[in-house]
């Protein structure tokens, strides 16, 4: 549909079907996909957009006696080329930045129809935006969402979530290996603000799962799969379905699969959770996360989006379109890699265990072979060293950067106890299994041999 208002008090009808109104038009899109009208446009003027450059009447600053009244420059300013003449070009191939904190309405009836759900348009920067809302549309496509809402990172997506569908009192299920920070937001403000109470069970505990399911009144299970640090995957058809059986939401944070190796909504959860910094965006530029699902569960958290404000800017919003035309070329190289790297470091005689879904020797490989079309861009391996000597590997790559993260086309290298939990006692770091000799390589898109040749280098020399 496009929405024009016409510049020059024009009073013709257009052959094409419209809504009258004022000195603005609907253009709707005739059979075979052509626009049908008296006049002809280059411009895609989507909801909010004007097509003209000058205007007439209420406000526009272009022709008549409007240009006497607003003669000064200061004015000029502000208001020539751009009151009636913000256009997004329809020939344009990318999508464009719409970066605007806030939208304007022709006239308070246009207010009213919009807030009536009549006219289609934005308000608010925080409640939306054009450029943001394609990235959801993308994703939603991609997860076979039926809605998608973007946020200004990943931990703002998870936390967001669990404020909007967990009630005061009520009970979430999630699993020992997973992300540190979203632990500490259930365990310290859940619990200490919302007495919310949380049974943490290993990723494979089937059992644990359907006793605490029946035990307790579970309102959501959260879990990632794979998991961080040691890409653990759950069993994502029978977790879905025993929560649907038992009453409780099934969210599964799929920032390490992403959709191309994994679609959780597809296995029967209710929600999938990203952080779209990672994979998605894919070039270490962008802080964004994601949520996707039912229009009714997504519907909630965007409710509370719009209360608390973690949106995510529309220059962000273009990046991360940037960064998923790209996706699935980056995962299946990403994949290849990872795969050949943990073939490779189980033969090298530094290292005690490697860590990777795609090999047999990983207690989860079942699971991921039944329900992953990749395995992933990260190895985590355990070398047969103290936390000085693991550190010492660490500092002698040459290709991978030293730093936090994961799924850019640079390759990444870390020791958790040092990156994620250095200021936690090593009791603490072993009860929650972060070991000292444990490494997460996360593959960029570099060539392979040039990869392996470095970490051989730095595994031998320790």
Not at 121 to 126: P, V
Not at 433 to 450: M, Q
Request: negative net charge; glycine residues 10%; aromatic residues 8%.
């Amino acid at each position: 549909m496009w929405r024009v208002r016409n510049a020059g008090g024009l009073t013709s009808t257009p052959t094409c079907s419209t809504r009258a109104h004022g000195s603005r038009c609907v253009l709707v899109r005739a059979a075979g996909g052509k626009r049908e009208s008296a006049r002809t446009s280059s411009l895609d003027t989507s909801p909010g957009v004007d097509k003209s450059s000058s205007g007439s009447g209420n406000g526009a600053f272009g022709s008549g006696g409007a240009e006497g009244l607003f003669a000064s420059s200061g004015t000029d300013c502000v208001h020539k080329g751009e009151r009636k003449g913000r256009p997004r070009i329809k020939d344009a191939l990318t999508t464009p930045i719409v970066q605007t904190s806030t939208y304007w309405f022709e006239d308070t009836e246009e207010l009213i129809e919009y807030q009536e759900g009549r006219y289609q348009s934005y308000e608010y920067g925080r409640y939306g935006n054009p450029t943001v809302r394609v990235c959801e549309e993308k994703i939603a496509e991609l997860e076979k969402a039926e809605e998608c809402l973007v946020s200004g990172s990943g931990m703002n997506t998870a936390t967001t979530m669990l404020l909007a569908l967990v009630p005061q009192h009520g009970h979430i299920i999630t699993t020992t290996d997973c992300y540190r920070r979203t632990r500490q937001f259930i365990q310290t403000f859940l619990a200490d603000k919302m007495n919310v109470t949380a049974t943490v069970l290993d990723p494979s505990d089937l059992e644990g799962l359907e006793r605490a399911l029946k035990e307790n009144d579970v309102t959501l299970y959260f879990s990632e799969s794979p998991t961080n640090p040691y890409l653990r995957c759950i069993d994502v058809p029978t977790v879905s379905r025993l929560c649907r059986e038992n009453g409780a939401i099934s969210v599964v944070d799929g920032t390490f699969a992403t959709p191309v190796n994994q679609k959780p909504l597809e296995l029967g959860v209710d929600l999938v959770i990203s952080s779209g910094t990672k994979y998605m965006a894919g070039h270490n530029d962008v802080l964004c996360g994601y949520i996707a699902g039912s229009k009714e569960l997504v519907g909630q958290v965007k409710h509370m989006q719009n209360i608390l404000g973690g949106v995510m800017d529309p220059h962000a919003g273009y990046l991360l379109l940037r960064g998923m035309k790209t996706l699935e070329l980056r995962i299946a190289r990403q994949n290849e890699t990872a795969m050949r790297m943990a073939l490779a470091l189980q033969d090298h005689p530094r290292v005690k265990v490697v860590h990777y879904p795609g090999l047999p020797s990983h207690p989860d490989y079942e699971n991921a072979k039944n329900q992953m079309r990749g395995y992933g861009g990260v190895v985590s391996f355990e070398v047969d060293g103290d936390l000085w000597q693991t550190a010492k590997v660490i500092d002698s790559v040459r290709l991978p950067y030293i730093a936090p993260s994961l799924g850019g086309v640079e390759s990444l290298i870390e020791q958790p106890t040092v990156v994620s939990y250095w200021d936690q006692p090593a009791e603490t770091r072993a009860e929650i299994g972060i070991k000292d000799s444990l490494i997460r390589y996360a593959c960029g898109i570099e060539n392979f041999e040039d990869l392996w040749a470095d970490l051989k280098q730095a595994l031998d020399g320790f």
